[in-house]
């Protein structure tokens, strides 16, 4: 049953590809509008299918890879960009290197996910939970287009699981590798060590090092090169200075009630219906991990905190609260009829919203 989840998001895959190269190849070659917004980056390859699977933030990642950092860059941890280095090194293609390791990490995720659910839920409801993760929209796009997420997903549900085992070792690798895909990925050691305060093996803390190690190597890092240890804050305020959005989505529901009391006039403010709807579904399976584990709430809710705290793009909250890993474990669906209908609605979003990635349309 592992194969299932990794054919249907494979076909999800070819699918889509084959659709959108038809549909935006009716000139003769192949033509996106992002192409025009980075024109010359996949040199050579102006009528490749590569490009289908490229946009915004994928260029940061590969040109990284090929030429190293410089600021604005280091907004962008090095997990996934020396992955594609590595990979890329040893094809000869960068750019295809970025979409060999994304579909890896991406395959890898969903094995490693249902095995995790298999802890918590029974054989079906692991099948059918595995199912919707793959197939979600905002999933199943940022982890086929050249993103981090893949691996994000692949080494925070990959530390949980390792750690379920008992293998301590590699559990702090990868949670090392998550602390410099997403710098809120060091997240992922707190529920392990909850977990070990509360088995009372003291001596097992010093696995939880390493990941630490792993982010202070790259604290150093910006330091020797920029001398500023916070780079990547300094070039996320670079780049959220050069958007429309200013504050996050508590820090703008604080200036209006602010506003309100003491009669000061409010940051203008509109949130989409739809988005407050979705985040107050992703609220509520936050708050439901806890019947799943105690442990992994302690995990997803401080997360949900940060992120509600820190993303001043609101429609960015749904691809990041996305890969909470924890709240898919707290759906349990046995009936297979229900989750095809569910697929049946989510494969055509999800083209449309990789159509619009690609067509420089932001999405997330």
Same mark, same amino acid.
């Given at each position: 049953?592992?194969?299932?989840?990794?054919?249907?998001?494979?076909?999800?895959?070819?699918?889509?590809?084959?659709?959108?190269?038809?549909?935006?190849?009716?000139?003769?070659?192949?033509?996106?509008?992002?192409?025009?917004?980075?024109?010359?980056? %996949?040199?050579?390859?102006?009528?490749?299918? #590569?490009?289908?699977?490229? &946009?915004? /933030?994928?260029?940061h990642f590969t040109l990284i890879a090929q030429q190293g950092y410089a600021h604005p860059d280091y907004v962008f941890l090095p997990a996934y960009p020396i992955s594609i280095r590595l990979v890329g090194s040893l094809i000869g293609d960068f750019w295809l290197g970025a979409f060999l390791v994304t579909q890896l990490f991406a395959f890898a995720s969903l094995?490693?996910?249902?095995?995790?659910?298999?802890?918590?839920?029974?054989?079906?409801?692991?099948?059918?939970?595995?199912?919707?993760?793959a197939t979600f929209p905002y999933i199943s796009v940022f982890t086929t287009l050249g993103y981090s997420e893949a691996l994000f997903l692949f080494s925070t549900v990959s530390v949980w699981y390792?750690?379920?085992?008992?293998?301590?070792?590699?559990?702090?690798?990868?949670?090392?590798?998550?602390s410099i895909t997403r710098?809120?990925? %060091?997240?992922?050691?707190?529920?392990?060590? #909850?977990?070990?305060?509360? &088995?009372? /093996?003291y001596r097992k803390l010093l696995y939880l090092t390493v990941p630490v190690a792993f982010l202070a190597s790259w604290f150093l890092f910006c330091y020797l090169a920029?001398?500023?240890?916070?780079?990547?804050?300094?070039?996320?305020?670079?780049?959220?200075?050069?958007?429309?959005?200013?504050?996050?989505?508590?820090?703008?529901?604080?200036?209006?009630?602010l506003g309100k009391i003491i009669g000061a006039a409010p940051v203008?403010?509109?949130?989409?219906?739809?988005?407050?709807?979705?985040?107050?579904l992703f609220a509520y399976l936050i708050v439901k991990t806890w019947q799943v584990d105690h442990l992994l709430s302690a995990y997803a809710v401080p997360l949900f905190g940060a992120l509600m705290v820190t993303a001043v793009n609101h429609l960015s909250?749904?691809?990041?609260?996305?890969?909470?890993?924890?709240?898919?474990?707290?759906?349990?669906?046995?009936?297979?009829? #229900?989750?095809?209908?569910?697929?049946?609605?989510?494969?055509?979003?999800?083209?449309?919203?990789?159509?619009?990635?690609?067509?420089?349309?932001?999405?997330?």
């Open positions: 049953m592992l194969f299932y989840p990794v054919a249907v998001a494979a076909a999800v895959r070819v699918i889509g590809a084959v659709w959108l190269y038809w549909l935006l190849s009716q000139t003769g070659t192949l033509h996106t509008a992002w192409m025009d917004a980075n024109p010359n980056l %996949i040199v050579g390859r102006s009528s490749s299918w #590569l490009w289908l699977f490229n &946009s915004w /933030d994928s260029a094995v490693m996910f249902q095995l995790l659910a298999r802890f918590y839920l029974g054989e079906r409801e692991a099948l059918s939970a595995t199912l919707l993760i390792l750690h379920k085992k008992g293998w301590m070792g590699a559990s702090s690798l990868l949670a090392g590798v998550a710098i809120y990925g %060091i997240a992922i050691i707190i529920p392990i060590f #909850l977990d070990i305060v509360r &088995s009372r /093996d920029t001398g500023d240890p916070l780079a990547s804050w300094s070039d996320e305020a670079a780049f959220t200075a050069s958007s429309q959005a200013k504050f996050s989505l508590a820090q703008t529901i604080m200036n209006q009630l203008p403010f509109y949130l989409d219906p739809a988005i407050l709807v979705s985040l107050s909250l749904l691809r990041f609260l996305s890969f909470v890993f924890p709240i898919w474990l707290t759906i349990r669906v046995r009936r297979l009829t #229900l989750v095809a209908v569910c697929i049946a609605f989510f494969v055509p979003v999800t083209l449309l919203l990789w159509f619009d990635a690609i067509n420089v349309a932001f999405i997330g």
